[in-house]
């Protein structure tokens, strides 16, 4: 296979290392699943999303569901300040927004399944003081949704449903204090309050939906008490506070994405060891990932539609020391350079990854913010990965017994890592997705 390239803002490709590819046959191993980028038809490798003209940042908000394309915002964080929306493709690198009806300041946060639909925000000016939720499609001047009465504006991001049916943001008033209020809004049912999850809170931040729109998750709090409280809302159960342990362990938390049924969120805790970063399950147990080195500042920021996959930082308080983590199910809390590099994907030597903000549905595409050799900088960057080298199962380098060895240690105790097919069990498929890998020689 010839090298992959990357782009940097039209500049000329920077070639990345060669992968030999491999076809497995999932359907004799009774898998229907496709966890290569390449059969997805976009290449592994390292594209940075550059920013615009006068530009020093750049922002990666959403992903389709499959990775191929991307939403977010680019800008200038000093004065004059700049806020302009893009749309991504690996082939056609970064197109800046210049939807009909878009005001100065505008922003993407994400999009539909499809892609078809993308859900963010504008303002006249960055100062955000008619800043109003939109609607965009291709070819369509953006649809801007209404405020609930009472309310003056948009701050935070505006998220979407996989459809494109269910927008969720957050609202604020005014005051000083200004109180801030989750919103869902539909096409059929207009806009709508969400319930505050506790009583006397009253600033309320949506982070995100669910895929299938039945689910939303943020944070609460009362402005006079500062303590957060992560919330899930439901239609059936309304906004649920997510537990989290008994103080001083643990004091206040965020909820910050959650899979695509709703039935995984990811976030922080904060309490006595610092904050860390967190997994709600299906039974709104809380379990925590883990840090890195000591790392004493962590927080999960982006969860794949299944939940196995979750991205985010660790660090220590001051953000030059955050580095991007991948949590998985197989291998638990590690470097992100680490993920990428086992995924057949390098990152440049001049770049760190400092934030994993987003990671595709599938798994396969994340949006990391890039941390350049002085430390500064926000400039993002999307990572493709390619298919895991099941075969160098015990990541030594080589193919050999040893390998075996270490899959059926595995295996038998039932371990996450042995879950190749990724379908949530360990049994004779996953055996013979090894053997299809290990006995070709090669990945």
Not at 305 to 328: C, H, P, Y
């Amino acid at each position: 296979m010839p090298a992959q390239a990357r782009r940097i803002s039209g500049e000329g490709p920077v070639h990345i290392r060669e992968r030999k590819a491999l076809e497995p046959s999932w359907a004799a191993a009774g898998v229907a699943l496709c966890i290569s980028a390449q059969c997805l038809g976009q290449a592994p490798g390292f594209y940075p999303i550059g920013t615009i003209d006068g530009g020093d940042e750049s922002y990666i908000m959403g992903f389709t569901q499959d990775g191929l394309a991307a939403v977010g915002y680019t800008g200038h964080s000093g004065q004059p300040a700049i806020e302009h929306a893009y749309r991504w493709t690996a082939a056609g690198g970064r197109v800046d927004a210049a939807d009909a009806g878009l005001l100065n300041a505008n922003t993407f946060h994400g999009m539909s399944s499809d892609g078809s639909i993308i859900s963010g925000a504008m303002s006249t000016n960055t100062d955000w003081n008619d800043r109003r939720a939109i609607v965009a499609r291709v070819g369509q001047p953006v649809q801007v949704l209404p405020l609930l009465s009472g309310w003056s504006k948009v701050t935070s991001a505006v998220v979407i449903s996989g459809d494109g049916t269910v927008v969720a943001g957050t609202l604020q008033g005014s005051g000083a204090p200004a109180p801030q209020r989750g919103f869902r809004w539909t096409a059929a049912g207009g806009i709508q309050a969400l319930p505050y999850p506790r009583a006397g809170d009253n600033f309320m931040t949506v982070r995100g939906i669910s895929r299938d729109g039945s689910t939303i998750v943020g944070e609460s709090v009362n402005l006079a008490t500062g303590i957060d409280a992560a919330f899930r809302w439901r239609a059936a159960t309304g906004s649920q506070i997510l537990p989290i342990p008994a103080p001083p362990f643990a004091t206040q938390a965020r909820a910050l994405a959650v899979s695509a049924n709703g039935e995984v969120v990811v976030g922080r805790y904060t309490g006595q060891t610092g904050t860390r970063a967190a997994r709600w399950d299906a039974s709104l147990s809380m379990h925590d990932l883990g840090t890195i080195n000591g790392s004493t500042r962590n927080e999960a920021r982006c969860v794949s539609d299944d939940g196995l996959i979750i991205g985010g930082f660790a660090g220590q308080a001051n953000s030059v020391t955050w580095r991007a983590f991948v949590w998985t199910s197989q291998y638990g809390i590690r470097l992100a350079s680490e993920h990428f590099a086992d995924r057949r994907v390098e990152v440049p030597q001049e770049y760190s990854l400092g934030v994993c903000d987003e990671v595709s549905g599938n798994g396969n595409s994340f949006g990391v913010r890039l941390l350049t050799s002085s430390g500064t900088g926000n400039i993002s960057a999307v990572i493709v990965v390619g298919t895991p080298c099941f075969a160098d199962f015990n990541l030594d380098g080589g193919i050999d017994g040893s390998d075996v060895v270490a899959f059926f240690q595995e295996w038998e105790v039932g371990a996450a890592a042995s879950d190749l097919n990724r379908d949530g069990g360990v049994d004779g498929a996953d055996v013979q997705v090894f053997f299809e890998y290990w006995e070709s020689g090669g990945c």
